[in-house]
């Protein structure tokens, strides 16, 4: 037996397996140290955080991005509160307490005793079975509408993780992806049914490709059974394209 296979062996009873890499370090292992090969870690880069939670992104980004200005946009008042609090005595990292979508105006979101979970869409029965859930009326804005009002010409990394509204969120972002405004996005893909009108991977690449944005990897992929239920996945503006990317940082820090 040769040497890996008797440490992959060991490995296996920790739920863990040593694997060779090929030539050249493939996406999809990391988020940041993919991200870094695209946006060094000392640029002053603009990042939107839509759907800011309690700010577990935001001192993420900021760990490995400390020049970095953040905007982080949370509709729920009571998550709002802890990512406020977070952000105290961070000057470069701004929070709104509002939705993101495809139009501005009002939107009832669906709040559910596990905040991670509220969703501007209705939940699906399974989920919904779940989860106790009230509503509450929230200010939507768009990220175009954003970015013309407070004069950001461009968002060099749009994370979304607003439970199967990520594609509404980056319909209302149209004209920044038009002119390539958007140097990264990263959202979440839902493959098992969570919430009712939830987009799937081809919704988004229909929506992406067109405009010159290119799948850079998947990531963070949840298993329901033996079949993938939802990851994270990111995509790339066309001047990334052509871009010759050098080896990562290796922090090992995940979002």
Known sequence: ???????????????????????????????????????PEEGPWMFFDVGGNRGQTVLGLKRE?????????????????SLSAIIEYHCSIQAFPLAMGQQRGKA?????????ASSLLTFDRELAAQHTVHQTEVVMETVDS?????????????????????????????????????????????????????????????????????????????QKGRYLSHCDAAWVAPRFLHQTTGQAHGSGQTL
């Open 108 to 116: 009832l979101l669906n709040v559910s005793a596990i905040s991670e």
């Open 65 to 81: 991005y400390p020049n970095a200005h953040i905007r982080s946009f949370e509709p729920c008042p009571e998550a709002f509160r």
């Open 146 to 222: 954003f970015c013309s009002e407070h004069r950001i010409e461009s968002v060099d990394l749009l994370k979304i993780d607003t439970q199967g509204y990520d594609l509404n969120v980056l319909q209302g972002a149209y004209q920044m992806l038009l002119r390539g405004g958007v140097g990264v996005i990263y959202c979440e893909v839902i493959f098992s049914p969570m919430y009712v009108g939830q987009p799937s991977l081809m919704d988004f690449e229909q929506f992406l490709s067109p405009l010159g944005y290119r799948l850079l990897g998947f990531y963070h992929q949840a």
């Open 1 to 39: 037996m040769k040497p890996r296979q008797i440490l992959n062996r060991f490995l296996a009873q920790l739920n863990y397996k040593l694997f060779k890499l090929k030539p050249g370090r493939p996406n999809g292992l990391n988020f940041l140290d993919d991200l870094k090969t695209l946006l």
